[in-house]
């Protein structure tokens, strides 16, 4: 199998199919997938004017007016000869397991590989094919759609009479199943243990099988990818406005104590459900930005933890200035001599906390500034993200402003000669 792999995807907006079945997809496959080398994920969808990299996954234009499944009659289309071979996955596919497995079973990539019907031996099904490349047999199926333009509710009855596909994909793998094994056996309440690709394969679609416990947490797996903890003692009067700038689809911790912020951070920390985690403080704010660009800048850079610029925001001027850091990748001895991590800027992976503990609450001043020690300390790798990630309020009420320098410089001296 060639490095090359195309993943392409069709959303006609309709009979039950949205953008959010197209986010709720990519993000398996991006999840699940082993190697550093991501595919290439590209999604042909009526509603979208031009192409747009979305980062983890491409829009194109689906151009053609054909009413719901006919319109994937774009894979076998002469414009799409640009990105074969590739794998068509449909949208009501759960991924259990790494498409990587279903592209290491094409030994031959000239080959063209569709489904068996789950119900009619010997027939073809089109909810998963790989399309290859400078095909005759793709070539004589689009002259077929051109010279007839079958009519009908399903365009796999055409295909049955136009393509002989050269093998199924069951021949080839038993962890393909059936979300609808039978009238006996009812809908597929457990996973089996070898399954790569769960079919949905029509009504119930996935988010109408919710009911079912392994189909919750399949569709709930991508909704809680960042976890934001708001960590506070006393509102300042921004509180509301620290809830505000986290945008829908974070699950957010807002954890009130008498402790400091690390203490109120720490004790809820076993409830976060994400797989980042991010602090903010009740009288800053998130960037609109900030959490698509941190995922992103982390997962590109395959770092452990990330920081970025900010916007510092005074309380009554309205004054803005953007802080850069000077060094964006510091070692251990770059902080100890100037620390140049906004750390209202700071996202981590969930397993940084797993492997070298929660902020030390101990300290009153220096908190994310030994925690960030402690990660490079432990071998983990810090990323930076150039773009404003958070607002910085400015303000008397400040603990940065009113803390007592002499006792801030004794707890740094103590922080510095631990990691020395």
């Not at 009911?211 to 006393?234: C, F, H, L, S």
């Not at 700071?346 to 030994?370: H, P, Q, S, W």
């Amino acid at each position: 199998m060639s490095e090359q792999r195309t993943i392409v995807l069709v959303l006609k907006n309709g009979k039950g199919f949205g953008f959010r079945d197209v986010e709720l997809i990519t993000y398996h496959i991006n999840d699940k997938w082993k190697s550093e080398n991501h595919p290439r994920i590209i999604c042909f969808w009526d509603k979208a004017t031009e192409h747009y990299d979305l980062g983890n996954f491409e829009l194109m234009p689906l151009r053609n007016e054909l009413p719901g499944t006919w319109s994937r009659m774009i894979l076998y289309s002469p414009e799409m000869e640009q990105y074969r071979p590739f794998l068509y996955v449909d949208l009501d596919t759960a991924i259990i397991s790494s498409l990587e497995n279903i592209f290491e079973l094409v030994k031959d990539q000239s080959m063209l590989i569709t489904l068996e019907d789950f119900y009619q031996k010997g027939k073809l099904a089109t909810g998963l094919v790989w399309i290859p490349a400078n095909s005759n047999k793709i070539k004589r199926i689009w002259r077929a759609w051109k010279r007839t333009r079958a009519k009908g509710n399903r365009m796999d009855v055409f295909l049955w009479k136009v393509m002989i596909p050269d093998t199924f994909w069951q021949d080839l793998t038993n962890t393909i199943h059936d979300f609808k094994p039978g009238k006996k056996k009812g809908l597929l309440t457990e996973l089996p243990k070898n399954a790569d690709l769960i079919c949905f394969h029509g009504k119930p679609r996935i988010p109408k099988a919710e009911g079912i416990e392994w189909v919750n947490k399949y569709i709930k797996a991508d909704r809680v990818k960042v976890t934001v903890i708001i960590p506070y003692k006393v509102d300042r009067g921004w509180l509301q406005d620290a809830i505000n700038s986290v945008p829908n689809g974070v699950q957010l911790i807002v954890s009130q104590g008498g402790g400091g912020w690390p203490h109120n951070f720490n004790k809820v920390l076993d409830q976060a459900e994400g797989k980042y985690i991010k602090y903010l403080h009740e009288d800053d704010m998130l960037t609109e930005n900030c959490i698509r660009d941190s995922i992103q800048a982390m997962e590109d850079q395959k770092v452990d933890f990330i920081h970025g610029d900010a916007i510092d925001l005074w309380h009554k001027s309205g004054k803005k200035i953007i802080r850069r850091p000077k060094i964006t990748h510091p070692t251990i001895q770059d902080l100890i001599k100037k620390n140049t991590i906004h750390s209202a800027t700071i996202m981590y992976r969930r397993e940084v906390f797993e492997k070298i503990g929660t902020f030390d609450e101990a300290l009153t001043r220096c908190e994310e500034y030994e925690f960030s020690l402690r990660c490079l300390h432990n071998g983990m790798k810090i990323g930076y993200c150039p773009f404003a990630l958070a607002w910085y309020r400015r303000h008397p009420k400040q603990k940065s402003r009113g803390a007592d320098k002499r006792k801030h410089m004794i707890e740094r001296n103590m922080v510095n000669d631990k990691y020395k």
